[in-house]
């Protein structure tokens, strides 16, 4: 990833910390990310990531992690309130989905 003297800023939602296989490669994307000059800031809630979007620097990619776990309406509504503050602050931030293969079947409808 060629930065040209910028460093980008990711932001991960990770609410509760996942175990073996998406631990795992959680850990390699956050790995990954810096090692080609990105600076990755971990969040542990909502509101960590509230914090975060109106107290630093542009966000250039928010991930959010998920357990899908089939009752989604809860969690989706959070995402959604998350992504409106986000884009109140700075449009057009990529926002990424990270979930498990198999559950991912489990709609996020669209807004």
Not at 8 to 13: A, D
């Amino acid at each position: 990833m060629k930065t040209y003297g910028k460093k980008f800023n990711v932001l991960i939602l990770e609410e509760s910390r996942k175990e073996g296989v998406v631990g795992n490669a959680i850990d390699r994307l956050i790995a990954e990310l810096e090692d080609g000059g990105a600076n990755v800031m971990v969040a542990s809630s909502f509101d960590d990531c509230y914090s975060v979007i109106f107290t630093n620097t542009a966000l250039d990619c928010l991930m959010l992690t998920s357990a899908m776990s089939g009752s989604q309406s809860e969690e989706n509504e959070k995402f959604y309130v998350l992504i409106d503050k986000l884009n109140r602050r700075q449009q057009n931030v990529p926002v990424f989905l990270l979930a498990e293969r198999k559950k991912s079947r489990c709609t996020l409808p669209a807004r």
